[in-house]
């Protein structure tokens, strides 16, 4: 198959949760021979030499408005169309004028995120089953008819991949990735000024406006990691990582540091439940009394050890080989005389 892919950014330079998930999907379809071109649809001040192959996905940066119509035009025209976030609405579009199937990859249940699927889906990609749940109801109560044919892929993580020695309970950083106020950063600072001999450790993240502050001397800021880097640059030097987020649909950080036993504490939105449940700490955002009474936990021997073993236990969970092979079995199949049930 030829397969177009239309993203507003990608791997390796962006690396939010939505484009590393992405990256995994797109690059199993190469490896099972089919041609994946992702076309961006937003400059990026990185993009300098072009386009560029990443681990076998060729990549187009934005040029101008027509970029996609450049694939869509040609006499092979794509065969397939994937999607996501703010590029939905318009792949969508061109699905139904070229004729062309459209898979769209949701990240979130936002109402736009929802709206933008009635234009044309053939195929949906959730990444938790509490948000397919959510979005089949809405579709149900406020389109009248069943939601479009979807499944449930979790964001792909080979435990291998992220797995690194941790620091013992008594050293360390304590880790917020992604400096956003609607990730933690409000609290992150707050528990580094109530935790002055411990080490914090905050990464900058690839979307939101970063509040970085340098008056903390127990505060070390270091610059935004691909997420190839993660283990060696992030969690080996790791003891304890924070999710206070507002808004997560799953919780990819949480269940790369569970790789390597590294204990989290979040903020309990429906996706962080599903991917940590009992196998981190789960606090109220807006009680930092909390938060100081787990942190505090988590920093002694006997607490961390107790649990790193439950963080540990989600990372047996995980089966990412499967999760890909039906991934694009269930893609190819929507090519066949009869596809398979899903």
């Known amino acids: 198959m030829r397969i177009l892919a239309m993203l507003h950014l990608y791997a390796p330079q962006h690396n939010a949760g939505a484009e590393?998930?992405?990256?995994?999907?797109?690059?199993?379809?190469?490896?099972?021979?089919?041609?994946?071109?992702?076309?961006?649809?937003?400059?990026?001040p990185m993009y300098v030499t072009g386009p560029y192959t990443f681990e076998g996905v060729n990549v187009y940066p934005y040029v101008d408005h027509i970029d996609p119509l450049r694939w869509l035009e040609m006499p092979d025209k794509p065969d397939?169309?994937?999607?996501?976030?703010?590029?939905?609405?318009?792949?969508?579009?061109?699905?139904?004028?070229?004729?062309?199937?459209?898979?769209?990859m949701m990240h979130n249940n936002h109402g736009k995120s929802k709206a933008d699927l009635r234009w044309k889906t053939d195929l949906v990609v959730?990444?938790?089953?509490?948000?397919?749940?959510?979005?089949?109801?809405?579709?149900?109560?406020y389109q009248g008819t069943e939601?479009?044919?979807?499944?449930?892929?979790?964001?792909?993580?080979f435990p291998e991949q992220y797995r690194?020695?941790?620091?013992?309970?008594?050293?360390?950083?304590?880790?917020?990735?992604?400096?956003?106020?609607?990730?933690?950063?409000?609290?992150?600072?707050?528990?580094?000024?109530?935790?002055?001999?411990?080490?914090?450790?905050?990464?900058?993240?690839?979307?939101?406006?970063?509040?970085?502050?340098?008056?903390?001397?127990?505060?070390?800021?270091?610059?935004?990691?691909?997420?190839?880097?993660m283990a060696s640059t992030v969690y080996a030097r790791t003891r304890v990582l924070l999710i206070p987020s507002v808004y997560e649909s799953y919780g990819r950080v949480?269940?790369?540091?569970a790789c390597s036993g590294i204990p989290a504490i979040y903020h309990p939105t429906e996706g962080l439940q599903e991917a940590l449940g009992?196998?981190?700490?789960?606090?109220?955002?807006d009680d930092l009394g909390a938060?100081?009474?787990?942190?505090?936990?988590?920093?002694?021997?006997?607490?961390?050890?107790?649990?790193?073993?439950?963080?540990?236990?989600?990372?047996?969970?995980?089966?990412?080989?499967?999760?890909?092979?039906?991934?694009?079995e269930v893609v190819e199949s929507m090519f066949a005389k009869v596809p398979i049930s899903v």
């Open 164 to 229: 690194v020695t941790p620091p013992s309970a008594l050293k360390g950083c304590i880790t917020l990735i992604n400096l956003f106020e609607d990730k933690g950063a409000s609290l992150f600072y707050k528990l580094a000024e109530r935790f002055p001999n411990l080490k914090f450790l905050g990464v900058t993240g690839a979307y939101g406006k970063q509040d970085v502050r340098k008056h903390l001397p127990n505060v070390e800021i270091i610059a935004h990691v691909a997420s190839h880097h």
């Open 278 to 285: 009992d196998g981190g700490t789960p606090c109220d955002r």
């Open 291 to 328: 938060w100081v009474t787990a942190l505090a936990g988590l920093t002694t021997p006997k607490g961390w050890a107790a649990a790193s073993v439950r963080a540990k236990a989600i990372a047996t969970r995980l089966t990412p080989a499967e999760d890909l092979e039906r991934w694009a």
């Open 254 to 257: 949480g269940v790369e540091a």
């Open 80 to 104: 397939l169309i994937v999607t996501h976030l703010k590029d939905t609405l318009r792949a969508s579009f061109l699905g139904r004028q070229f004729g062309v199937p459209v898979v769209t």
């Open 126 to 141: 959730y990444n938790t089953e509490w948000m397919r749940a959510d979005v089949e109801s809405w579709w149900r109560d």
């Open 147 to 157: 939601a479009p044919r979807g499944i449930v892929i979790h964001p792909v993580i």
């Open 20 to 44: 590393t998930t992405a990256h995994q999907l797109l690059k199993k379809l190469v490896q099972r021979g089919h041609q994946v071109v992702v076309q961006c649809s937003m400059p990026h």
